[in-house]
């Protein structure tokens, strides 16, 4: 149905420069003829093909990939068939259809991945050349006449410091609330008096909206940056990069503890008992078999900040932190979506490779330390 919806809805949308609406183009008219219609046909009969109960799960995951291959690339190509030459003001930009084609066959593949139910080695191979692959696309030039693309090439440097802010907030706050998380955690497992204030208070924190604690730093900061000597050529600043690291920090504190207790409180009795046997003092048992033995899931808590960081970051380009939301609400003020897409994809993926690449982990470590 939803591959379907996207060969009926436009393709791409050609705009006259950044700013204006545009004409949506169909499948048909975005590609030179016959291949626009040869596309639509051949994306139609897979869509139907990964509908079939007899196909093979690796021939469905094989469909899926190169669609997605095709309809990328088909983009590029609709960039190049549009714009007329020499034209730098005109810009071709995914429609619709485009993101809805995109939809239907990453759930096409997400479907038959898990049902393959891959090696834990395959998945993350899987992963890698996903990555390579976009990779050599968007470095081979074919996308280079897509909207997007052409923001990209106007700000390259910019987005390079930008992209390096925003892993600086995202792993900063990250590493930040690890060295304080995981003392707090070991602190308060086992004390159910200390414990219930500390996750209480920390749950109130990941209750209040992003934008609102983003906001309650820049007076609370400024004020120290103003009455505190030396906080002001220390980087403290209500505005900036440091009130949004502060906030993430602060978002970050709850996955970190809770897992870290959880995973301690996971431990069997025994095997404390056993470490104390062994004349054990409760710092080794704590530092040499409880944080080891938790630290899958201490991994997961790291998962969940980090997924959760990288897209909080945006946020702090409304208060001058940087990052990819830089672009995204420079695009909003400016009505240029191409702006705001500069500012979200790669937010988006980076997130999930990020995610991924966490979930791989945490299941490798915790296979380690079973079979151990």
């Known amino acids: 149905?939803?591959?379907?919806?996207?060969?009926?809805?436009p393709f791409a949308q050609f705009k006259p420069n950044r700013i204006v609406a545009g004409d949506a183009i169909g499948w048909a008219g975005a590609l030179v003829q016959p291949v626009?219609?040869?596309?639509?046909?051949?994306?139609?009969?897979l869509?139907?093909?990964?509908?079939?109960?007899?196909?093979?799960?690796?021939?469905?995951?094989?469909?899926?990939?190169?669609?997605?291959?095709?309809?990328?690339?088909?983009?590029?190509?609709?960039?190049h068939?549009?714009?007329?030459?020499?034209?730098?003001?005109?810009?071709?930009?995914?429609?619709?259809?485009?993101?809805?084609?995109l939809l239907a066959l990453g759930l096409m593949a997400t479907d038959a991945l898990a049902r393959l139910r891959l090696t834990l080695g395959a998945r993350a191979l899987l992963l890698a050349?996903?990555?390579?692959?976009?990779?050599?696309?968007?470095?081979?030039?074919?996308?280079?006449?897509?909207?997007?693309?052409?923001?990209?090439?106007?700000?390259?440097?910019?987005?390079?410091?930008?992209?390096?802010?925003?892993?600086?907030?995202?792993?900063?706050?990250?590493?930040?609330?690890?060295?304080?998380?995981?003392?707090?955690?070991?602190?308060?497992?086992?004390?159910?008096?200390?414990?219930?204030?500390?996750?209480?208070?920390?749950?109130?924190?990941?209750?209040?909206?992003?934008?609102?604690l983003f906001g309650i730093m820049i007076p609370v900061l400024g004020w120290v940056a103003a009455h505190v000597p030396g906080a002001a050529s220390a980087g403290i600043a209500g505005i900036g990069a440091f009130p949004a690291l502060v906030a993430l920090f602060l978002y970050s504190l709850l996955p970190v503890v809770s897992n870290t207790v959880t995973g301690l409180a996971g431990v069997a009795p025994e095997?404390?008992?056993?470490a104390h046997g062994t004349g054990m003092t409760d710092r080794q048992v704590a530092l040499e078999i409880l944080l080891p033995?938790?630290?899958?899931?201490?991994?997961?808590?790291?998962?969940?900040?980090?997924?959760?960081?990288?897209?909080?970051?945006?946020?702090?380009?409304?208060?001058?932190g940087g990052g990819f939301g830089t672009f995204v609400f420079q695009g909003l003020a400016q009505t240029a979506t191409d702006l705001v897409l500069l500012g979200a994809l790669p937010t988006i993926a980076l997130a999930l490779v990020a995610g991924l690449s966490l979930d791989l982990s945490v299941e490798a470590l915790d296979r380690t330390w079973r079979a151990r």
Request: charged share 10%.
């Open 36 to 45: 626009g219609s040869a596309l639509a046909a051949a994306l139609a009969l």
């Open 129 to 212: 050349a996903a990555v390579a692959a976009a990779w050599a696309v968007l470095a081979s030039g074919w996308l280079d006449g897509v909207s997007v693309m052409r923001e990209y090439a106007s700000r390259r440097a910019l987005f390079q410091h930008e992209a390096v802010r925003h892993l600086w907030l995202a792993l900063g706050s990250l590493g930040l609330a690890q060295a304080a998380g995981l003392p707090l955690g070991l602190a308060i497992h086992g004390r159910e008096r200390w414990r219930r204030p500390v996750l209480g208070a920390l749950n109130v924190v990941q209750t209040i909206p992003s934008l609102a």
């Open 81 to 101: 068939h549009l714009t007329p030459p020499g034209d730098r003001i005109a810009r071709v930009a995914p429609a619709a259809g485009f993101w809805l084609m």
């Open 293 to 320: 033995l938790a630290l899958p899931l201490i991994l997961a808590g790291v998962r969940i900040v980090l997924v959760q960081n990288i897209g909080l970051a945006v946020i702090a380009g409304l208060i001058g």
């Open 271 to 274: 095997t404390r008992e056993a």
């Open 1 to 9: 149905m939803t591959g379907g919806a996207a060969l009926a809805l």
């Open 47 to 79: 869509l139907a093909a990964g509908l079939w109960a007899g196909l093979g799960h690796r021939l469905r995951l094989a469909l899926a990939a190169a669609g997605l291959f095709a309809v990328v690339l088909a983009l590029g190509a609709a960039a």
